[in-house]
């Protein structure tokens, strides 16, 4: 009897443990929600946009995610370049100081389409909407990272 007690014991203590591990994995480990994807939430469960809406801002996310896909892809070129001339030049010379340059335009252009993307759904929304939409992606640029 002394022996099931300590092994049901034991098995609740592990139990608790494996909880306890996964609980404190996803509070300190796990990655943060990247805020596009809260910005994302907010626009499409939090503002109950109507059908019309949600027509309009399906176009804008379908010429946006095509646009990204590029960048990110000359983007990840870029990147190519870079190591390719780290890789030749073994220190900060004009080889790399221009592949820099290249992935920094690349950047800046992703950055800018994204803004571009986000004043587009923005237009969409009624007042009560936008405003509600204008927190969210303040606190999106403000998020402290962990």
């Not at 946009?49 to 000359?74: N, P, T, V, W």
């Not at 073994?90 to 004043?119: C, N, R, W």
């Amino acid at each position: 009897m002394i022996e099931r007690l300590r092994f049901v014991l034991m098995l609740l203590f592990a139990f608790g443990a494996a909880i306890g591990g996964v609980l404190i994995g996803r509070a300190w480990i796990m990655p943060p929600v990247p805020a596009e994807s809260e910005l994302h939430e907010v626009l499409h469960k939090d503002l109950q946009l109507d059908d019309f809406q949600k027509q309009q801002i399906e176009q804008i996310e379908r010429k946006y995610a095509l646009r990204r896909q590029s960048l990110e892809l000359e983007l990840r070129s870029d990147n190519a370049r870079l190591a390719s001339a780290i890789e030749t030049e073994h220190g900060y010379g004009p080889l790399v100081a221009s592949a820099v340059d290249a992935s920094h335009k690349a950047m800046g252009e992703l950055q800018k389409i994204t803004l571009e993307h986000i004043f587009a759904m923005r237009s969409v929304l009624r007042p009560d909407q936008a405003a509600r939409f204008d927190a969210a992606v303040v606190k999106a640029l403000t998020v402290k990272p962990r």
